[in-house]
């Protein structure tokens, strides 16, 4: 029960961590301009919503990696990238609907036992989520067994946890709105940080087994492949956009590590970060893209990327612990032109 305090502690990140805190305001006066909005509102509601479910499953795997909370950017209000994000509001509304259904169909008691049922599975649906970023792998009976297992007893916590927040969001009702608002929305990030915290000392990103999903035909994987890519680089260019760069580019080379074609990947990263507007993003990746080349002993096509690079910006070179391989190549290619560029400090 080393973990406990730990654990305990986490509830308290959405009024501790900077971050988090920031966060929680901003989605607390959204949500409370779009309650006063009317009809407006509604299509606020839309945005802000989605946005409020995907920042709550990032700030999971953010927390169950050990890392520090990153305020939300721009990208988590689009309806584009890291849709798997979104999957608990689903899960959210297909609860409702059937708790509904049950209790009109069968009666209190049926509908009881499925949120009794559903709110001890919900922690490990949120964890294999931000695991495998996967809604279909969520929801796999294998990989919540096994998830639940990994975590071990101190699993027991986060439902437990779910319980108790649902008990004091009552007492929250006899508030006024907004304020109801605030403490509900406390409540619920101390929930999601508490799931993170769970899984956190258990290295479940590095170590835990789940299945891979059921073979599926050479389209549909290359679909997926593109499609998490593209989540992949839309939230590495949220990473950039709020200045942080390097957060941005380990948010892609953590991913190439994992990636089915890591050669591939890194041709796909460097293609697409071509295409943002500030170009010098491409170019900072593209170094890191070179040296894994040049490890591979693939020296021909880091020239290549090189080369494309100095059209870009003439000043560009490689790390410079692969300056001096660099040079090496280009001259015993007869590419002395490249080398003599190489050697300028």
Known sequence: MTNLPNILRSAAVPVTRLSVVFA??????????????GLLGMWLALVIVPALFRYLTNLVETIGRNREPEPPGGEF??????HWSL???????VLVWASNELYLSVGIAAMTALIIFMGFLYPAILGVLAVTHSPLQSVNPVALSRFILRVGPMYLIAPAYLALIVYLGTFARLLTFHIELLVEIILVFSLHTVIGAVMAPHNIFDDVYLPEPLESGTERVEGDIEGARIDVLTHAYGFVSRGNR??????IMEWIDNDRDPEAAWAWYFKGMLGWENQEHALVFAQHY???LFRHGET???????MRCQLINERFKPLWEDVPVAIETAESTGNMELAAVLKRR
């Open 24 to 37: 929680l305001l901003m989605f607390w006066l959204l949500l409370s301009l779009a309650s006063a909005a």
């Open 77 to 82: 209000f689009r309806w584009i990238g890291d």
């Open 87 to 93: 999957f608990p509001a689903l899960l959210v509304i």
């Open 246 to 251: 390097a957060g941005g580019l380990n948010h």
């Open 290 to 292: 070179i040296h894994d």
């Open 300 to 306: 021909i096509p880091a020239l290549k990327i090189i």
